[in-house]
């Protein structure tokens, strides 16, 4: 307290300007059942949609007439604002909402006369509430400690999707931005061909992680002691329970809701790395995870909704990070947050159009130093002028 | 027994404890955890980065 502040900005007077603004996120993950409750009283079924309409068409409109914001905490300010817990607290709040949520949309497709339509804004609202979830998930088990893994299990057991915190710890984080990375997407590579790529890839790589780690104590994989068996052991009960006492109506809910979830943490992985390349030196391994390697966004709006996910770069560089502390660094940007981002993956061409030439700007215009998808190497070297540099073996 | 440290997020491996989660009973020596294995915190670095602490090496 003695010391001078290393920053310009004493650390003491440091304000965090979003503090208040980190509870929107438990809203959004309440909006399914708040669209079930105006919808009932209301009588208008648009209010089904609300979720989707929030994240396709509000979420960027917002982005849009908020803007960006570049400003850090600075360094002497970091510590008491990861050590604060109320910002823990926001998120361990936001658990047994992603619960409610999911118990509400199932109940209310199965006993509400929606239609179709209906049927299907509710069953789209709990995908992308399952999607928040997985953000959840990924904060929390990216800390240290053994409860917050564990709430990381139980948070992700409502998406299905209890390998991902193995599958992204020790592999994602691992292997990020290297050609191998089922999670981190190629140059050239469309969404579709990525995500048929990533998702049976990461469960692939988690189950194959966390069958080392238990053999290292004796165990085999089929042991009580496996960290994804354990969260999907969760899944089984809650979608089984919801099967035997609302019935079969709900199929078509859970295959919609569990797809899409995991569509909205597959489209963010595609976005989060599109092209990025950790060179390899010397000695054969790649060079460390840095800010370069991942795409940022510092959309004010957007990043409220998925608690900095989109400060992404510092997140990669430092993934023990809470957060609230995550800094905006110098690092390749994208051109909007990660809503309006998602509709352009959803049209390769746009998409191409749009990313590829900041690909290249990230490496000078040199193509050889980027992330390629291998069955388009040649076509691409040829297209960017690369050809004859690889075929005398670069 | 000695302690080895990320030097990216400070995670230590102590040998004396090992570190149960990872599979390394208490007494498992540094040069027994495999080459390829990563930080158990942050993975951004490997076994090759940590430095060793204790005072014995810089």
């Known amino acids: 307290m003695s010391t001078t502040p290393m920053s310009a900005e004493p650390a003491a007077a440091y304000r965090d300007d979003k503090r208040h603004w980190w509870w929107l996120p438990l809203f959004v993950a309440l909006s399914p059942v708040l669209g079930v409750y105006l919808a009932a009283t209301t009588g208008q079924k648009l209010w089904l949609w609300i979720t989707p309409i929030l994240w396709y068409v509000a979420l960027p409109v917002a982005d849009w007439l908020v803007g960006r914001d570049t400003r850090n905490p600075p360094d002497a300010a970091v510590p008491s604002l990861e050590s604060d817990r109320y910002y823990k607290f926001l998120v361990y709040a936001s658990i ?15 006993t509400q006369d929606y239609g179709w339509a209906g049927y299907l804004g509710v069953s789209l609202s709990v995908a992308l509430t399952n999607g928040l979830a997985l953000v959840v998930g990924h904060e929390v088990g990216h800390k240290t400690g053994r409860f917050e893994k564990r709430l990381a299990q139980i948070v992700l057991a409502v998406p299905a999707y209890g390998h991902f915190s193995a599958e992204h710890n020790r592999g994602h984080h691992k292997d990020v931005a290297t050609p191998d990375d089922p999670a981190s997407s190629r140059f050239g590579e469309s969404l579709y061909a990525f995500v048929l790529r990533e998702i049976p890839g990461a469960l692939g790589r988690a189950w194959r992680d966390e069958k080392v780690r238990l053999a290292r104590s004796g165990k085999g994989p089929w042991s009580l002691s496996n960290e994804l068996l354990q969260s999907f052991a969760i ?6 329970s919801a099967l035997a006492l609302l019935g079969p109506v709900i199929i078509p809910f859970l295959l919609i809701s569990t797809f899409w979830g995991w569509q909205f943490l597959s489209t963010s992985n595609y976005i989060e790395h599109y092209g990025l390349l950790r060179q390899k030196l010397p000695d054969g391994r790649f060079e460390r995870c840095r800010p370069e390697h991942s ?56 998409w191409r159009a749009v990313m590829d030439k900041r690909v290249l700007a990230v490496y000078g215009g040199d193509i050889t130093r980027v992330n390629i998808q291998p069955s388009k190497r040649e076509q691409i070297l040829a297209r960017y002028g690369a050809g004859r540099q690889t075929a005398t073996g670069v | 027994m000695a302690r080895y440290r990320c030097p990216g997020c400070g995670y230590e491996y102590d040998e004396q404890k090992g570190d149960e989660h990872e599979g390394f009973k208490p007494g498992t020596l540094w040069s027994e955890v495999p080459e390829d294995w990563a930080c158990a915190d942050c993975a951004v670095r490997d076994k090759a980065d940590f430095v060793k602490v204790d005072g014995l090496l810089a």
Request: net charge positive; glycine share 4%.
């Open chain 1, 96 to 110: 047994p909402l992603f619960y409610v949520t999911w118990i509400v949309g199932a109940w209310a497709v199965a």
């Open chain 1, 235 to 240: 899944t089984a009960v809650l979608y089984g």
């Open chain 1, 295 to 350: 795409w940022n966004a510092d959309h004010i709006v957007s990043n409220l909704m998925l608690y900095h996910l989109q400060r992404h770069s510092d997140h990669h560089a430092r993934p023990t990070r809470c957060y609230q502390a995550l800094r905006s660094d110098k690092a390749p940007e994208l051109p909007s947050g990660y809503p309006l981002c998602f509709t352009l993956t959803y049209f390769p061409p746009l």
